[in-house]
């Protein structure tokens, strides 16, 4: 997979703004620099420069100045991609970037693939693959909490605490290797017992690290929330209320929302993917029936669900079905339209749910910061310390994990039924190479060449 080819790309957003930078990388990179840039130093060469230094200049191409610049030089190793390595800053307009990538495409760069700046990093050994991972999950960050596991991966941890665990399980294969192939002066008498003692705290580990995955998929991902309620008893005017901003269409008709609607917004530093469904209740409409499909649906796809009761008005069967749709789901009662004479009250609401209730207006805006601090209780009472605590957040990582503690189940297995030891050796090295792959120790270049298409051009 490695390539001294010089690549360059636009690594800011491509769009109007003060400042552009154009990253180039590769063997030739300063080389290439030194056709078009023209320092305002007339005997400087960037080919010839020392690294971590700025020079200011024009780009020029045939005579003709594009812009004025500055660019920022760093030699191998000592770049994010481990090559010699030119950074142009220019000014921040789209034809001026791309004129300027242009020009070096022209002297001999090629334009770069998504994510080659950061795979070359990785074939360089700058970072392992679950660093480089963490490199987009960065970019990717939805809220606080996703940007801090991002940056604790990016520094490492995940990094450290498998190869921690890679070191135990290589120690136990080579002994046993060695044992086997010198029986006269190692001996293997009691052992198995010793091994199963040592992997069960392994595997203990990784079920805890396995388990966490859910925690860690909605900081990353964001929780999946589902406003449930009858017709008309204001899911639209909360989403809009937790919104900030008139999104969601509100009336006095029964039946306005008929598909869903879906917004992403913050609450205490956490992400809600929320969804504004169809109210439940027997329709003979085709379109509102689909609706109300629909949201039965997402029910058992929720991670939260916020369900509303119209207080002005009493229960029916209509309530009764979604009380039993979300029984033994993680969910928020809320009682809306406080601001209205009740007809049922917090009490009652919580004796026929089972659940703590909230009352709200939507319509007025109250009773909204009870609904946050109870979404900050439910999925991050406690808080969490990204310094001490590791959390997996990727599906390839969990099913590394998940294949390596199987086969240290199966090392323990084969202990209990007394199999031989050479049999251990076999899963050891299934489960060491399985962890692998999270580093990128064991990896084919299919795979690489998937994880990194996920990036930007410029990263």
Not at 364 to 377: L, N, P, Q
Request: proline share 2%; hydrophobic share 40%; charged share 30%.
């Amino acid at each position: 997979m490695q390539t001294t080819q010089t690549i360059a790309a636009i690594a800011t957003a491509l769009t109007n703004s003060g400042i552009g930078i154009i990253r180039v990388s590769g063997e030739d990179s300063l080389e290439i620099m030194d056709q078009i840039f023209r320092p305002e130093k007339k005997d400087l060469k960037l080919s010839e420069c020392k690294g971590y230094t700025v020079h200011y200049g024009h780009i020029e191409e045939n005579g003709e100045v594009i812009d004025e610049v500055l660019v920022m030089v760093m030699r191998a190793p000592h770049s994010y991609t481990t090559e010699n390595t030119a950074e142009i800053d220019c000014h921040g307009g789209v034809l001026v970037m791309k004129r300027i990538l242009q020009a070096v495409l022209n002297h001999g760069a090629r334009l770069a693939e998504p994510g080659e700046f950061t795979k070359r990093a990785f074939l360089g050994g700058r970072i392992d693959l679950s660093q480089a991972e963490a490199v987009m999950d960065l970019i990717e960050a939805k809220n606080d909490y996703a940007m801090e596991s991002s940056i604790a991966q990016l520094r490492g941890t995940l990094s450290e605490k498998i190869r921690k665990l890679r070191e135990k399980i290589l120690y136990e294969t080579a002994f046993i290797e060695t044992a086997l192939d010198d029986p006269e002066h190692i001996s293997l008498d009691g052992y198995p017992e010793k091994l199963r003692s040592r992997l069960l705290p392994l595997i203990a580990e990784m079920k805890e690290a396995e388990k966490n995955f859910g925690s860690g998929r909605v900081i990353r991902e964001g929780i999946k929330t589902v406003i449930l309620g009858k017709p008309n008893v204001g899911k639209s005017s909360l989403m809009n209320a937790l919104l900030g901003e008139e999104r969601a269409i509100v009336t006095d008709i029964a039946g306005t929302t008929r598909d869903t609607l879906e917004e992403n917004l913050r609450v205490r530093g956490i992400s809600l993917n929320i969804i504004d469904t169809a109210g439940i209740r027997d329709t003979d409409n085709t379109v509102e029936k689909i609706g109300v499909e629909k949201a039965r649906d997402l029910v058992e796809k929720a991670d939260l669900i916020l369900y509303l009761i119209d207080g002005s008005k009493e229960l029916d069967d209509n309530d009764r079905e979604i009380i039993e749709m979300i029984r033994d789901r993680k969910c928020i009662v809320i009682l809306n339209k406080t601001d209205l004479d009740l007809k049922i009250t917090q009490e009652r609401a919580e004796q026929e749910t089972g659940q703590y209730v909230i009352p709200v207006s939507a319509k007025e805006k109250t009773g909204i910061e009870k609904i946050e601090d109870r979404i900050e209780e439910m999925f991050l009472s406690g808080g969490i310390d990204f310094n001490d605590e590791v959390v997996i957040t990727n599906v390839r990582h969990q099913n590394a994990v998940r294949e390596a503690k199987n086969s240290l189940e199966m090392v323990v297995r084969s202990i209990d039924d007394g199999m031989p030891e050479d049999f251990f050796t076999i899963d050891l090295m299934n489960a060491y190479e399985q962890l692998g792959t999270i580093l990128g120790e064991e990896l084919g270049d299919d795979l690489a060449n998937e994880i990194f298409a996920r990036f930007c051009m410029g990263k």
